[in-house]
């Protein structure tokens, strides 16, 4: 089992689903062409409407730790409350905190009781400095357990689901010790933008990227939209390969 840990030079793509929605979906996930080891997936939803799927729970928690006895990869999930902390701990690697929770500080306060990475996402509307604010509630992990996630934001543009602002990679990068990945799937709000952005946040010197992918995506249960299917996840992955080197970094998936 890799740890969830990288250097300088890697760029590494985690990969999966919005949502675990059953343990044939995770499976073709981690077969995929490239063998996938950095692996996604929702367990506890958080969604605007109480009406949408809101995830598996418990039932996803299972199918988590069989794949795991199965296969070897790191998994990173969203913990929405402080009470699911306990049931994640055996099958998480990296917990992830979503735009939702940017301000929950008591969530963050039990999360930097955990040795394990955080991956801390931007709200929808935060300036840089209260996102940077909320990095202290987990500074107790130590600056390379903390993961800064570029989501998108809201601003007056309504042509896509949200604005990418790379400008804040760029400045967190030259400015923060912190590793900063990007999400352009929530950030475009469409798989047809996801490999583009991808390759800008490349450039724009983030770490890594966050991106949703879904073996037959019409059929998600959330975020149908936004999700690759294998076949752009490979395009996706070719092309980073090809681009990396151009940023003296090398793809980890
Ligand atoms: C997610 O990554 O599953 C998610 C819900 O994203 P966000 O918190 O950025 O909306
Ligand atoms: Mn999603």
Redesign the pocket.
């Known amino acids: 089992m890799n740890s969830f840990n990288f250097s300088k030079s890697d760029f590494f793509l985690i990969s999966g689903p919005?949502a675990v929605e059953g343990q044939q979906q995770m499976e073709a996930v981690l077969n995929s062409e490239n063998k996938p080891s950095l692996i996604?997936g929702?367990i506890y939803?958080?969604r605007t409407k109480k009406s949408s799927f809101q995830g598996l729970g418990n039932e996803a928690i299972s199918i988590i730790k069989s794949l795991k006895k199965k296969y070897h990869f790191n998994y990173v999930t969203?913990v929405t409350d402080p009470r699911q902390i306990e049931d994640l701990l055996p099958i998480v690697d990296c917990f992830?905190v979503?735009?939702?929770n940017m301000y929950n500080y008591e969530l963050l306060k039990e999360l930097s009781l955990y040795k394990k990475p955080v991956i801390l996402?931007r709200g929808f509307s935060s300036t840089i400095s209260e996102w940077l604010g909320a990095t202290e509630y987990l500074s107790d992990l130590g600056e390379n357990n903390i993961y800064l996630?570029e989501?998108g934001i809201r601003t007056f543009e309504n042509k896509l689901r949200n604005t990418l602002d790379l400008g804040a990679v760029i400045y967190l990068k030259k400015n923060h010790p912190f590793k900063v990945i990007v999400?352009p799937s929530?950030a475009m709000g469409d798989s047809k933008y996801v490999i583009d952005a991808s390759l800008a946040a490349l450039a724009a010197g983030a770490d890594g990227l966050?991106v949703?992918v879904h073996p037959t995506p019409s059929s998600a249960l959330s975020d149908p939209e936004q999700a690759l299917d294998l076949n752009m996840q490979n395009e996706l992955i070719k092309k980073l390969n090809r681009a990396c080197p151009l940023f003296e970094k090398e793809l980890r998936v």
């Open positions: 919005c996604r929702g939803k958080m969203e992830q979503g735009a939702r996402k996630c989501r999400d929530h966050l949703e």
